[in-house]
DNA sequence: TTGACTATACCGACCAGACGGTATAGTTAT
DNA sequence: ATAACTATACCGTCTGGTCGGTATAGTCAA
């Protein structure tokens, strides 16, 4: 077996009892039995929940920001931030990307168990204002675009959905169009 | 003293635990430490921890659609509906309009706890649909000002600001400024 | 008026179980 | 052999919840 695998296993087995179960229920033994393996295996690579929280946040932070950038590369112009950093928070439901899962899961479990570990994600706010700022595009246009995306995805991370899939597709492409058109 | 102080007290005690505490430590003891009375105490008036919960869901609930009534009312005419949405969610900032705390307060809680918790508050989504729909405005214009709301209200709720004061009153201005023009 | 009884509000000691974390011995791959 | 990794047993603390009890105020028949 792949050992390296280990540490995503337990972060993903991390965000599956967050999202499914609650942060109540985020406990060691329970991330140990998730992953398959047991406590004392987790303590091995995660000294602390503190410390697998942590993990859980940067894993979050890289793999948005990651994202962000991969959309914005094939798409490029104007506004391409923006529209990267809607397609990378507002994937198309069922489609592969699970990364959005992690950012949820994290964020709930990082305000669950300490508001501070929210610091590395607050932390990147002031980056994406700036992006934001200079990326083309009107930037309170662009600010806009970016709060209804969180908007949507702070929603659904609490399982509560503002609007039903068709909807939902179409505010999606207003989001993009607005980053586009001039005019609105 | 008068009786039914008390419930309000305790639920106003919880709100500040997760707000200045975080869910971890929303413990029995705590809230009752804060509202000035024993645990024994607190459980007459809650039977459990999830009882008293699903009492700060129903203040919330109650209490934001009030809010947003009362603004709807003392405006009129198309899109007030939307704009009272947007000025209950978003009070300014040292405003006495205390009432957003405990929205974010009781569902952070919610979540925290079990994430089914948070029922209350999704059932209401389809109503306020509605009255997005039906606001004699372009109803995705609406629902772009909702969504754009809640982004700013649920990242301010986990401690993360998006834009500083200044540029939040513009956001904000923009936003009910978007209910009125019928251009953009 | 008085005494029996009830309802409401609250107290705080206590308990069983769960939790985060530690210690340590064992296993596997190189 | 050694380092990477895993399993099990255990500990002290905390948590939600229980329970027996107290205090006060009100009702009501005799």
Known sequence: MARSDTKIRILEAAEQIVLTRGVARLTLDA??????????????????????????????????????????????G??????????????????????????????????????????PYAARQEAWAEALRTDGIDPLRAMLVRLAADG??????????PAPTEERRRIVDALLAMTRDPAA
């Open 31 to 76: 991330v140990a039995a998730a992953a398959g393996l047991s406590k004392g295996g987790l303590i091995y690579h995660y000294d602390s929940k503190e410390a697998l929280i942590a993990a859980m946040m940067d894993r979050l932070v890289a793999s948005f920001e990651a994202r962000v950038e991969c959309w914005r590369r094939e798409d490029g």
């Open 78 to 119: 104007p506004g391409s931030w923006t529209r990267g950093y809607v397609r990378a928070s507002l994937p198309e439901p069922g489609s592969t990307d699970d990364g959005i899962a992690a950012r949820e899961a994290a964020l709930i479990a990082a305000m669950g168990n300490d508001p501070a570990q929210v610091a």
């Open 152 to 161: 949507i995805w702070m929603n659904e991370a609490l399982g509560v959905h």
